[in-house]
């Protein structure tokens, strides 16, 4: 079983900045896609960032100029870059990666990080 571990996150004022980091726990075959997606309380999760294995980025339009997506392929970890942060900005953000977990697996399965929480105080 292959687990994503984020760390993370926590209180930040309005206008700063942080950096979320998820990592794969144990090596793998490959990892396609990854990306972060947020909740809010009473909100549906929404996707935030995405990057393919190529380095594609998609962005959710409220994030677009401010957070930034991006992988070590060698570390099997996803990072995200989150600058002039608004009280808006605030959920629990999960990171997702799609994962081939070994040279005999063919299909390609989702998998979710634990969550981590992102507070932006005003």
């Known amino acids: 079983q292959v687990q994503l571990v984020e760390s993370g996150g926590g209180l930040v004022q309005a206008g700063g900045s942080t950096r979320l980091s998820c990592a794969a726990s144990?090596?793998?075959?490959?990892?396609?896609?990854m990306g972060w997606y947020r909740q809010a309380p009473g909100k549906q999760r929404e996707l935030v960032a995405r990057?393919?294995?190529?380095?594609?980025?998609n962005y959710a339009d409220s994030v677009k100029g401010r957070f930034t997506i991006s992988r070590d392929n060698a570390k099997n970890t996803v990072y995200l870059q989150m600058n002039s942060l608004k009280p808006e900005d605030t959920a629990v953000y999960y990171c997702?990666?799609?994962?081939?977990?070994?040279?005999?697996?063919?299909?390609?399965?989702?998998?979710w990080g634990q969550g981590t929480q992102v507070t932006v105080s005003s």
């Open positions: 990057i393919t294995s190529g380095g594609s980025t």
């Open positions: 144990r090596s793998i075959f490959s990892i396609s896609a």
């Open positions: 997702n990666a799609d994962i081939r977990v070994s040279i005999v697996t063919t299909v390609t399965s989702a998998y």
